[in-house]
Nanobody, 125 residues
Framework: QVQLVESGGGLVQAGGSLRLSCAAS????????MGWFRQAPGKEREFVAA????????YYGDSVKGRFGIARDNAKNTVYLQMNSLKPEDTAIYYC??????????????????WGQGTQVTVSS
């Protein structure tokens, strides 16, 4: 198991930026692929972005492609989500998740077995 703690959420105006961080502990961080998901009230959990264990491969949901960037620092056991050009529809709780490296289909939430507690992102219009 790996423990995950998100930070960096908050309130921002439309068009602004935020950077979320997810700090991992408990296991070798580089042994995990990492993902970001979000859930808005009354909606299903949505895939945002994922990154391979090495950082060499990234994936993005269609709604954030071109605006968000995922990165990781294995030396710091941390994964980041840079969010630019934020829109009110980006408002949600953002969750960090981890799954063993070499897992396929990283866009699927059920693949992940380690989750953080979430951090709220609110984008005002």
């Amino acid at each position: 198991q790996v423990q995950l703690v998100e930070s960096g959420g908050g309130l921002v105006q439309a068009g602004g930026s935020l950077r979320l961080s997810c700090a991992a502990s408990g296991r070798t961080f580089s042994g995990y692929a990492m993902g970001w998901f979000r859930q808005a009230p009354g909606k299903e959990r949505e895939f945002v972005a994922a990154i391979s264990w090495s950082g060499g491969t990234t994936y993005y949901g269609d709604s954030v492609k071109g605006r968000f960037g995922i990165a990781r620092d294995n030396a710091k056991n941390t994964v980041y989500l840079q969010m630019n050009s934020l829109k009110p529809e980006d408002t949600a709780i953002y969750y960090c998740a981890a799954v063993l490296a070499y897992t396929t289909s990283l866009r699927l939430a059920y693949k992940y077995d380690n989750w953080g507690q979430g951090t709220q992102v609110t984008v005002s219009s």
